[in-house]
């Protein structure tokens, strides 16, 4: 299957690549992270995507980032909502929504997502709104079974990605 998987940084899409391929899956990544602050962030987190992208022999795609599309569609009235809160499942419909979009677009299979790898994002959430956008085009995989996470770290050392220390949205910011 051709899959396209919403990468929102290279530590975490490095076991997803790694497991999808393992299964026989074609893969492209789609970096498309519009919440990601302040712009070298983005930059650096990109950086870390493209390391990834070669090691792997993996095509990638980056979406480039609309900071104030997100801000009008997913943040304003819930700057203040907590870390797993409203305001990241609206941002996971969001990113979710453009992978789709471009799953279609561009002929793929398939679309999932480099979310569910993280301990800190809630899978069953994740998977339920890949459901709603993407009905039977959306993979769900929760990545984080199987020790995903620390396959996850060990690759991350192994390729020399950087790792970031918080989400990615100025909410987000500790």
Known sequence: MNVLLHTCCGPCASHC??????????????????NIW????????????????????????????????WEEEVARGFETAPERG????????????????????????????????????????ILGIGREVGGEHFLEEDFKKKNGYLHSLELSREYGLYRQSYCGCRYSIR
């Not at 980056?62 to 900071?67: G, L, S, T």
């Not at 409203?86 to 979710?96: D, G, K, Q, S």
């Not at 002929?107 to 994002?121: E, I, M, N, Q, R």
């Open 17 to 34: 690549v790694w497991a999808l391929k393992t299964l026989g899956h074609r893969v492209t990544m789609f970096y498309s992270n519009a």
């Open 86 to 125: 409203p305001r990241c499942a609206r941002c996971f419909r969001f990113n979710l929504s453009r992978t789709y979009k471009k799953m279609e677009a561009l002929g793929f299979d398939a679309f999932t997502t480099s979310l569910t790898v993280s301990p800190y994002k809630p899978s069953p959430l």
């Open 38 to 69: 302040p712009p070298e962030e983005f930059a650096r987190r990109r950086e870390g995507v493209e390391k990834l992208a070669l090691a792997t022999k993996t095509e990638l795609i980056v979406d480039e980032p609309d900071n104030a599309a």
